[in-house]
């Protein structure tokens, strides 16, 4: 499967499994969900990383430092999406 593909099955699994929604994500703080997909993304030790995270500690899943996993970028993506979707929603408005 593409990572486009799979992006977009997380970015779903997000949303209805996990009930994050617009609306949530539009009382976030400009710029915390790319922060978040950066965490995911970024090549670097895990206490530097863990620093970045802009959301409480639980909520950080990561599985692998200092290169992401596939699952690590997915999940990068898929909060990379939401950054895209709330800033939209935003200026939309």
Not at 35 to 59: N, S, T
């Amino acid at each position: 499967m593409k990572g486009a593909q799979l992006i977009d099955i997380e970015r779903d699994r997000q949303e209805t499994g996990e009930s994050y929604s617009l609306e949530q994500d539009l009382q976030l703080e400009r710029g915390a969900l790319a922060q978040a997909g950066a965490c995911y993304l970024m090549v670097d030790l895990e206490p530097l990383v863990r620093l970045r995270w802009p959301f409480a500690p639980v909520l950080f899943k990561r599985q692998s430092f200092p290169y992401p996993s596939v699952r690590d970028m997915v999940k990068g993506g898929s909060l990379a999406a939401a950054a895209i979707d709330r800033e939209q929603a935003q200026e939309a408005h």
